[in-house]
């Protein structure tokens, strides 16, 4: 495990002696989130989380014992519905009274476009000048992105996914390995995506987009928290919530949030050295969710050996996969431990590819403030390691 970014925060120290708990009850849906809000909590409480472990948000179900938290949370901070499907109708019904804020709806975030098809056809095998696809599909600051609106909230058909093309992957259809019996029934009600009424859900500062329909419908990668850039933007909305619910912390609030934001800062700095030697290596992901750690640092993967981490990959696509490996010269071929690994086995078996793991969610990581710090670092030693 890195440690070398997992400092504790620095402020606040002088805060804390006069500072109330706070009078709010946070919910985080995974552990990255968690880690961010209870960044900015620190002095004031601790949030709860939802999606622990090695559990995937992907193909979660919210146990009794939770679907309680959510009906007394205040504040429910996820991703939101391209990434926590499973939260979209409990967060409408268990969870009306709170309010829930979907960080990918954060100001000033850098979203990418689903690489339809996995990076493969994405990347066209191209590995010189890897970085010029940004332009392609990066939206910088989402404020002016107009096919990121939520200004039309009172009817939210279109935020409510009816149309799953792009999402066929993040279904539930395939849940034989979930026990849905131990579920109350308002806990996974998260199969019904037609229309809702969104009233109750908290989508500040964005009266200025008009089409989210659009943005949906295009396809945003919803794993933005793995770009450190985006983490601040994440911290700022998260610090504007709960200042806001308790007034009594703000000034707390607002310590914390400025200490989180020079650590990430800082974190980002301290892994482009990490990754510059192996920048033009070929490597080959579990699912394609790390292109936002791509784009940020200026590497890219070669392909990915699924698209969407609940669907199985079949042989044909196994097959493929080996031929890339061997291609290509991938250097490395990484597994996740949310996912099966032995997958990760057959395709490298007989190349030269070697496997190493890399962990989006900070699984074993224990949660807290650090969390973020120790996950974005790890992740950055992992590629350094495997293809160096």
Not at 46 to 65: F, M, Q, R, W
């Amino acid at each position: 495990m890195s440690a070398r970014f997992a400092l504790p925060i620095l402020a606040a120290a002088g805060l804390l002696s006069t500072t109330a708990l706070a009078d709010v009850k946070v919910v985080a849906s995974i552990k990255p989130v968690h880690s961010l809000v209870a960044s900015i909590m620190e002095g004031a409480g601790t949030p709860e989380i939802l999606v622990d472990g090695a559990a995937s948000p992907h193909t979660y179900s919210l146990k009794p014992s939770q679907a309680r938290s959510l009906a007394d949370a205040d504040i429910v901070f996820w991703v939101g519905p391209s990434l926590e499907p499973f939260l979209e109708k409990p967060l409408e019904t268990i969870a009306e009274g709170s309010t829930s804020i979907a960080l990918d709806d954060a100001p000033g975030l850098t979203l990418l476009d689903v690489r339809e098809g996995g990076a493969f056809e994405k990347h066209d095998h191209d590995h010189e000048g890897h970085h010029d696809h940004d332009e392609d599909h990066v939206h910088e600051d989402h404020d002016d992105h107009d096919g990121h609106a939520h200004d039309d909230h009172d009817d939210h058909d279109d935020h409510a996914h009816e149309d799953h093309d792009d999402h066929d992957d993040h279904a539930h259809e395939d849940h034989d390995d979930h026990d849905h019996e131990e579920h109350e029934d308002a806990a996974h009600e998260d199969e019904d995506h037609d229309g809702h009424d969104h009233e109750e859900h908290a989508h500040a500062d964005h009266d200025e987009h008009d089409d989210h329909d659009g943005h949906h419908d295009h396809g945003f990668d919803p794993h933005i928290w793995l770009d450190p850039v985006n983490a601040a933007a994440m911290a700022d909305a998260i610090a504007a919530t709960l200042q806001k619910a308790d007034p009594d912390n703000a000034v707390l609030y607002a310590e914390n949030l400025a200490n989180l934001k020079t650590r990430l800062a800082a974190l980002t700095e301290g892994v482009a050295p990490i990754v510059e030697p192996v920048k033009v290596k070929p490597f080959i992901v579990f699912h394609d969710a790390y292109q936002y750690f791509e784009n940020r640092f200026g590497l890219s993967a070669a392909g990915s050996i699924t698209i969407s981490p609940e669907v199985s990959p079949g042989a044909a696509r196994i097959s493929e996969i080996r031929e890339k490996v061997e291609d290509l010269k991938a250097v490395c071929v990484f597994s996740e431990p949310q996912f099966e690994s032995s997958l990760v086995s057959t395709i490298i078996e007989g190349t030269d590819a070697r496997t190493a793991v890399l962990d989006p969610l900070g699984a074993e990581l224990a949660n807290g403030p650090d969390l973020y710090f120790s996950l974005i670092g790890n992740m950055a030693d992992s590629m350094a390691d495997c293809l160096g």
